[in-house]
Nanobody, 115 residues
Framework: QLQLVESGGGLVQPGGSLRLSCAAS????????MGWYRQAPGQQREMVAR???????IYADFVKGRFTASRDVAKNTVDLQMNNLRPEDTAVYYC?????????WGQGTQVTVSS
């Protein structure tokens, strides 16, 4: 079954940048929809950005203009470039992949925005 592994999380100051990467165990061409979600303590998991195999990227309103999702064919990853980070962006970020009607999740990577 599909496996997803996130990397790139960490501690960053407000206004800083981080780049998350999600490595897939199978070709990303075989994955219909890949995306990034996040979950802060005591809150529900929410969609951050999606990168469908076909079509335009989809972003949550709270990250438009700051985050960019992309598929890197050479590395077989889906990446999330996060700029101008805010304390409210602090959360565990999860990669997701949809394949053959099933949704798979990575283990998550912690992003903490704090001075």
């Amino acid at each position: 079954q599909l496996q997803l592994v996130e990397s790139g999380g960490g501690l960053v100051q407000p206004g800083g940048s981080l780049r998350l990467s999600c490595a897939a165990s199978e070709s990303i061409f075989s994955i219909d929809d890949m995306g990034w979600y996040r979950q802060a303590p005591g809150q529900q998991r929410e969609m951050v950005a999606r990168a469908p195999r076909w079509g335009s990227r989809i972003y949550a309103d709270f990250v438009k203009g700051r985050f960019t999702a992309s598929r890197d064919v050479a590395k077989n990853t889906v990446d999330l470039q996060m700029n101008n980070l805010r304390p409210e962006d602090t959360a565990v970020y999860y990669c997701s992949g949809e394949q053959h009607g099933r949704t798979y999740w990575g283990q998550g990577t912690q992003v903490t925005v704090s001075s």
